[in-house]
Antibody
Framework: QVQLVESGGGVVQPGRSLRLSCAASGFIFSYYAMYWVRQAPGKGLEWVAVISHDGSNKYYADSVKGRFTISRDNSKNTFYLQMNSLRADDTAVYFC?????????????WGQGTLVTVSS | QAVVTQEPSLTVSPGGTVTLTCDSSTGAVTSGHYPYWFQQKPGQAPKTLIYDTTNKHSWTPARFSGSLLGGKAALTLSGAQPEDEADYYCLLSYSGAWVFGGGTKLTVL
């Protein structure tokens, strides 16, 4: 069965960096694009970044462009979100999710999320 | 950027029917917006219920259905169960740019 497991969340000071990971299993990881989606406490959902199946295409929400970088390692069935210059409004639960069809579909399976708290 | 609007809250009686809607600031919602619906229960990850307006996943209960209704995307729950109490989010595509609605808190009471 499809499983997505996030890790790397925690408490970090404003301006610092953090890297999230999402380990995938139960499907051929290299066939699928992958998303990061976040949810601030008590708020709605916001897509953050997406990476194509081979890593050649990446798109970011305007709110994180220039600060966050999405990447993947298909040999490890894992993809990442490098978050730099973190701000208080980046505080959120970050979910990874699988994209079943590039640019036409959004996501089908979701991970359980990892909490990132940006606070001094 | 387009704004996607949902009812902030709705209440349905057990066994009853309720329709949640998803409106676009740019005009009528069409199948070209590839509407999605997600269910999220407290402390849990979202679950994808409906994609491409009407399509269900294998895990989507039959009592949920998606449609276009009066220029909006709609999620209809027929025969509400207590476990359907949750937040529901819609999502629309604007030429590949995905925008979430603010969510509807559905109470089954």
């Amino acid at each position: 069965q499809v499983q997505l497991v996030e890790s790397g969340g925690g408490v970090v000071q404003p301006g610092r960096s953090l890297r999230l990971s999402c380990a995938a299993s139960g499907f051929i990881f290299s066939y699928y694009a992958m998303y990061w989606v976040r949810q601030a406490p008590g708020k709605g959902l916001e897509w953050v970044a997406v990476i194509s199946h081979d890593g050649s295409n990446k798109y970011y929400a305007d709110s994180v462009k220039g600060r966050f970088t999405i990447s993947r390692d298909n040999s490890k069935n894992t993809f990442y979100l490098q978050m730099n210059s973190l701000r208080a409004d980046d505080t959120a639960v970050y979910f990874c999710a699988r994209n079943p069809q590039w640019l036409v579909r959004f996501v089908d399976y979701w991970g359980q999320g990892t909490l990132v708290t940006v606070s001094s | 950027q387009a704004v996607v609007t949902q009812e902030p809250s709705l209440t349905v009686s057990p066994g009853g029917t309720v329709t949640l809607t998803c409106d676009s600031s740019t005009g009528a919602v069409t199948s070209g917006h590839y509407p999605y619906w997600f269910q999220q229960k407290p402390g849990q990850a979202p679950k994808t219920l409906i994609y491409d307006t009407t399509n269900k996943h294998s895990w989507t209960p039959a009592r949920f259905s998606g449609s276009l209704l009066g220029g909006k995307a709609a999620l209809t729950l027929s025969g509400a169960q207590p476990e359907d109490e949750a937040d529901y989010y819609c999502l629309l595509s604007y030429s590949g740019a995905w925008v979430f609605g603010g969510g509807t808190k559905l109470t089954v009471l």
